[in-house]
């Protein structure tokens, strides 16, 4: 539906001499009691609400004309605080168009780690500690943190107080310009919709480490149909059925990476026996730390690597170490902010996704800290057998397919080594490298499996934000109606199934051929920087946010006690975000400034290339323009999520209080001194 431009929020007073704050918001939600002057607790929704002649499904509504187009409030809807785009209020929907609100803080937690442990932890640290060095690694992993956190305590702020779905391209719509929403939401749609075959495609060749999975014998593309169609069974399920698949697969997958760094320490100190006829590099302790020892070891590599002829040297290099480990690292937080976007499908979402957010966040910073610590102990980074940083295209591109079954350089265990443009399976792990050298082959072979089903259940989490995106877009009026529809249980079948069908066309031109696998390569870069984007988009937004709020008094403000979520060091916290984001878009691949060639440039900067195409083809053809600070939409979804609180109110001091209460709160406090 293309939006009439005589409805959004930047020129509803372009023709009109009155104060365009009245004409933004209705005359029931402008001018307070006079009572309630200095009294923000006044309710809205004690005015009486316009009666409508429409189903049951939507009694109680009522219309606003916003910058997202002419809505119907349903109060008993979930989907974008119950607001839905129809091109005309008098027309009845005939189908269903909303989410449910069926998702719990425990769900919610466990879809984002779903997201974010995937391989990138797993296979892509082995190419960061071999360029960076184990501190280097280490200070990369630690800035990235330090910038995840700016944008998901920014992103966590506004979706407490306005949980609506598809917030990602919603509040870029309603803080920034509509422009900028839809380009950020198209991006981040698109590059989780390619994310998926990558992540299954990853985990199907993981299965070569073992020779029972030869390719010449078994292709891996029938792992990966078999992985697919399994993401799309669970997908299709009721949210609620969906919630309970993720929160076993992240229960799995967390206790998976403590118990892994657990064996890891205890291996540093040879406090593991090596299986029999197998011999052991262990105890190393801090060994691989001691630069004088080889110049294999020591904190950071000796120089900055660009090629095998060009090596920098000196505080230049180590700097370019430790800023690739920066932009190579963000790889392995991408899918924090998924927990944001489950704002729509959330049960009480004002108290479940900051308290989400921010533990989630802490869990997989502190995880990973302790990760990259052990890895950077237990395997030299000096070490043949991690990927190398930087391969020429000419070299790159005559690669072909291979796959040997060998004795690992270490002489211990016998497994397949893959050579596959981009691919390679966990012979390259620094992790799998470390149980070989201490004589573990069979825990190297279980903890290959492991990470398998990392990648897999990654695959399905991305499924599910790329289709809730995709519906977000389809109810704010940037993408056909149709992809609103949902089934009775609420769930977004028409963005599911034509966001899967996307991820399986990619797959279908770019394996098992040796030739598309160069296809492949691009398609991965492509998934790369939309996700830095919207990071950038978020803390964009929350400074808009910020300085929009303090102009509207007549509702609840930061420094209040009902203020939902207040984040701290605002606006600072987003301005450095902001700034963080951008510095790793434009500099996401250092080596094209030193050893020029065309194919990574183009490659690096594709998906910016995207974003503006999309962001400036959409002003034009809408004519948006930037909102202005006094006419933001801080409304629409706010009351909505007031009164759906006061409504359930009750249930949520049943679960504050009694002895089920008392028994949850002591539980919480567990998990969080627990990790």
Known sequence: MKNDSSMTVSSLSDDIDQDPINDLFPDPFTALPPSSATDYSYNYFTQPLVQANYPLSLARSRSDATSLGTFVI????????????????????????????????????????????????????????????????????????IIVFSVMVSFGEMVALIPIAGGISAFGSRFVDDALGFALGFCYWFSLAIAIPTQVASGALLLTYFGAFDPSRISPAVMVVVFLLIIILINCFDVRVYGEFEYVFGQLKLVFLLVLIIFMFVMNRNGVTPQPGKSTIFPVKFKFWDSSLSPDYGPFRPFFE???????????????????????????????????????????????????????????????????????????????????????????????????????????????????????????????????NAGLCIGGAVTTCCFMFCAWSAGNSFLYASSRTLYALAVQGKFPRVFRRCTRQGVPFVSVIFTFAIALSVF????????????????????????????????????????????????????????????????????????????LVIFNDMTIFIEFEWQYLFASYVSLVLFLICFLGYK???????????????????????????????????????????????????KIFAI
């Open 74 to 145: 349903d109060e008993s809807a979930s989907g974008t605080g119950g607001a839905h785009i129809i091109d005309d209020i008098h027309e009845s929907p005939k189908r269903h168009y909303e989410l449910r609100r069926s998702l719990k803080t425990r769900h919610i937690q466990m879809i984002a780690v779903g997201g974010v442990l995937g391989n990138g932890l797993f296979i892509g640290i082995g190419r960061i500690v071999a360029n960076s060095g184990p501190l280097g690694m280490i200070l990369g992993f630690l800035i990235t943190g």
């Open 306 to 436: 660009v090629s095998d002829t060009k090596h920098i040297t000196g505080s230049t290099g180590t700097f370019l170490m430790i800023w690739t480990a920066v932009v190579q690292s963000v790889y392995c937080f991408s899918g924090t902010e998924l927990v944001a976007l489950t704002a729509g499908e959330a049960r009480h979402p004002r108290k479940s996704l900051p308290r989400a957010t921010l533990r989630i966040f802490f869990r997989i910073f502190f995880l990973y800290m302790l990760g990259v610590f052990a890895v950077g102990l237990n395997v030299a980074a000096g070490s043949n057998q991690l990927p190398s940083f930087f391969t020429p295209w000419s070299i790159y591109n005559s690669q072909r397919f291979s796959w040997i079954w060998s004795t690992t350089p270490d002489g211990n265990c016998q497994s397949g080594t893959l050579n596959m443009k981009g691919f390679a399976n966990s012979n390259s792990s620094p992790w799998v490298v470390a149980m070989q």
């Open 508 to 583: 279908l031109v770019s394996f098992p051929n040796s030739t598309a696998i160069t296809i492949y390569y691009w398609i991965r870069k492509l998934t790369s920087i939309p996700g830095t984007l919207v990071w950038a988009g978020i803390c964009l937004s929350y400074i808009r946010f910020y300085y929009g709020l303090r102009l509207r008094p007549d509702i609840v403000q930061r420094d209040m006690p009902s203020y939902p979520y207040r984040s701290p060091f605002q606006p600072y916290t987003a301005y450095f975000g902001l700034i963080g984001c951008v510095l």
């Open 620 to 670: 034009f053809w809408r004519q948006t323009r930037i909102v202005p600070l006094s006419q933001l939409d801080l409304d629409l979804g706010r009351r909505e999520m007031d009164q759906y609180e006061s409504e359930t109110a009750a249930e949520l001091v049943r679960m504050e209080k009694g002895l089920v209460g008392r028994g949850k709160r002591v539980w919480r406090w567990i």
